[in-house]
């Protein structure tokens, strides 16, 4: 069973950075595109970041564009995502996700595309 851990949120000001942690509990992980959701109280599960198997290609959500960065270290089965500049908008539980293959990359925003999530960590920015 695929088992993914979030770490590295917590209570930051606006304009701060965080990086966020995402170990993956599987030896399929280097072969696995994964990404980065967030969920907002009231709001649906949202995109935010996509990398896929060897870090060659990435994409990220038009509002944390230039902010955010997306990474992996296949070595450790770690998925990274380095926030920048934040807002009080960032606000939200962040999840890591591993694709679901075969991996459709042109689907890569859309919750459906991954197959395991992890428990989530929470981010609040203060303004």
């Known amino acids: 069973q695929v088992q993914l851990a979030e770490s590295g949120g917590g209570l930051v000001q606006a304009g701060d950075s965080l990086r966020l942690s995402c170990v993956v509990s599987?030896?399929?992980?280097?072969?696995?595109?994964m990404g980065w959701f967030r969920q907002a109280p009231g709001k649906e599960r949202a995109f935010v970041a996509h990398?896929?198997?060897?870090?060659?290609?990435?994409h990220y959500a038009d509002s944390v564009k230039d902010r955010f960065t997306i990474s992996r270290d296949n070595a450790k089965n770690t998925v990274y995502l380095q926030m920048g500049n934040l807002r009080p908008e960032d606000t939200a539980v962040y999840y890591c996700?591993?694709?679901?293959?075969?991996?459709?990359?042109?689907?890569?925003?859309?919750?459906?595309?991954?197959?395991?999530w992890g428990q989530g960590t929470q981010v609040t920015v203060s303004s």
């Open positions: 996700a591993q694709g679901r293959p075969p991996f459709v990359r042109s689907r890569s925003s859309s919750p459906a595309a991954y197959a395991d």
């Open positions: 599987t030896h399929t992980f280097g072969g696995s595109a």
């Open positions: 990398i896929n198997w060897n870090g060659s290609y990435t």
